[in-house]
């Protein structure tokens, strides 16, 4: 270094000399960040209108519940935000599907209380924890069959249904997948979401081909974009679609 | 077995290990290398996530400290020489991997129309 070359130290007057070096590297220092910022988020799709539905109140619904592949519940006493003969999936709170044993009440009516989540025509409900979530009623019931519509060739993203519905902001993609992967193994449903509408539908409910929760060979396609052969089925007004690791690949 | 399910059976051997360490560890190992904590065992709860995580780094600084080649002088000196190399390694790797993972980028199958490939459900290949 120069004898009596200007020496930069944080809590010393600057010295002169170091006044335009410093405007002008902490202009483009600021300008990169702006630039990197608007860049990194002009690069993302828009997330679209989505979310947790707290200004709706706390929802308490009556239906029969169906545990499998993931928990259902089959409206027949509704809210002034949920229909009657609406059919929506169960979650709880955080990265938790329900810890209801769901299997002991599958055919029974329940009540359920929560909070929706929502996005366009795709619903769900995080219920409270234990019984005052879901209270088993002593009324009888019927579970609704299921009406198998197919086989189908579908292209689209396997996400979890909860951040998808507007949990997280945006809820699905590449940049997703960590997150999505661990709400699934928190048993949340999965959801597939349709380059184009099936039967109306764009959203369809994920499971394995056996009628079970999603196999684990499956996440490694969550997240991006893939073609898959599967069964799909109508459960309600929700469609089902049941999918086996070997039907699925990812687009190119 | 593919890259997702070889990461769930990594989390779980690394867990299974992590808890036997930390079992073993909090039980028998900290009483020995720290003087401090003898006597003392609420706070030892407060330790199992981070042992879960980080058993190898146990491992290494209790072999360390219970052969008596601890030299904390030398423990605490900043790695100062490496610095130059990592800023360097960081400017040129963090926009690498951003423009890689842009061009990797798919797109949207947005023309793709549902096609029904049967009216029965299919049998499962």
Redesign the interface.
């Known amino acids: 270094m120069k004898e009596n070359a200007p020496f930069f130290v944080g809590y010393l007057k600057i010295p002169a000399k170091l006044h335009g070096f410093l405007i002008k590297v902490s202009v483009i220092i600021f300008a990169s960040f702006v630039a990197g910022a608007f860049l990194a988020g002009a690069s993302q799709d828009d997330p679209g209108k989505a979310g947790f539905r707290f200004d709706f109140g706390r929802q308490k619904l009556k239906g029969v519940l169906e545990a499998n592949p993931y928990p259902l519940l089959h409206v027949i006493s509704g809210s002034d935000r949920i229909d009657a003969g609406q059919t929506i999936m169960l979650t709880a709170q955080g990265k938790s599907g329900i810890m209801t044993d769901t299997n002991a009440l599958n055919g029974r009516v329940v009540e359920a209380t929560g909070v929706i989540v929502r996005r366009g025509d795709l619903d769900m409900l995080q219920v409270l924890p234990g019984q005052r979530g879901i209270k088993p009623t002593n009324e009888a019931s019927i579970l609704p069959a299921s009406e198998p519509l197919g086989r189908w060739r579908l292209q689209g993203e396997i996400c979890d249904g909860k951040c998808l519905a507007g949990a997280m902001q945006p809820g699905r993609g590449l940049a997703h997948k960590a997150c999505a992967n661990l709400c699934l193994l928190g048993d949340i449903p999965p959801v597939f979401v349709s380059s184009k509408p099936v039967e109306g539908e764009e959203f369809l409910m994920v499971g394995g081909a056996d009628g079970g929760m999603l196999p684990r060979e499956l996440y490694h396609f969550v997240g991006q974009f893939v073609e898959i052969e599967a069964n799909v089925e109508r459960r309600g007004d929700l469609l089902v679609v049941l999918v086996e690791a070997e039907n699925v690949k990812v687009i190119k | 077995m ?4 070889a990461v ?1 059976l990594f989390v779980k051997i690394w867990s299974a290990v992590g808890t036997v360490i930390a079992l073993v560890f909090l039980t028998v190992g900290i009483d020995r290398i720290d003087e401090d904590a003898r006597g003392a065992y609420v706070f030892r709860l407060l330790l199992i996530p981070g042992i879960l995580f980080l058993w190898p780094l146990v491992i290494w600084r209790w072999m360390i400290l219970e052969t008596g080649r601890d030299r904390w002088l030398n423990r605490h000196k900043p790695p100062r020489e490496a610095h130059f190399w990592v800023a360097v390694l960081f400017a040129v790797a963090i926009p690498a991997i951003m423009l890689l ?2 061009s990797q ?18 049998e ?2």
């Open positions: 593919n890259e997702a399910e769930f993972g842009l980028r798919q797109q949207w199958p947005s023309e793709f129309e549902p096609q029904q490939l049967s009216v029965e459900q299919g499962i290949q």
